[in-house]
């Protein structure tokens, strides 16, 4: 089962950026979908973005326009690029894998999370 690290989360002023970092501890050439989450205490993990093995990318309403999610198959690393950053993106963010067996059975795995604190 493939391990995720995330890195990258800090401190930063508003309108700063920051780049997050998902490191896997294997190949994610075949991993279908990859994304990125944030959860503040007492609410959900949202997604912020995911993206496909084929560069299919998609965004939270929240930060489309102003974060980019990438993906390195040959370096086993997926990215968030977070420009513009607002105090209200402030979470820990997390990193998640999806997957399905060849006979159809999901599998999912989650980063520990790095903070993202946004000062205003």
């Known amino acids: 089962q493939v391990q995720l690290v995330e890195s990258g989360g800090g401190l930063v002023q508003a309108g700063g950026s920051l780049r997050l970092s998902c490191a896997a501890s294997g190949s994610i050439f075949s991993i279908p979908m990859i994304g990125w989450y944030r959860q503040v205490p007492g609410r959900q993990r949202d997604l912020v973005a995911d993206?496909?093995?084929?560069?299919?990318?998609n965004y939270a309403d929240s930060v489309k326009g102003r974060f980019t999610i990438s993906r390195d198959n040959a370096k086993n690393t997926v990215y968030l690029q977070m420009n513009g950053l607002k105090p209200e993106d402030t979470a820990v963010y997390y990193c998640k894998a999806e997957w399905s067996s060849p006979f159809g059975r999901r599998y999912d795995a989650w980063g520990q999370g790095t903070q993202v604190t946004v000062d205003e």
């Open positions: 993206i496909t093995n084929r560069g299919g990318t």
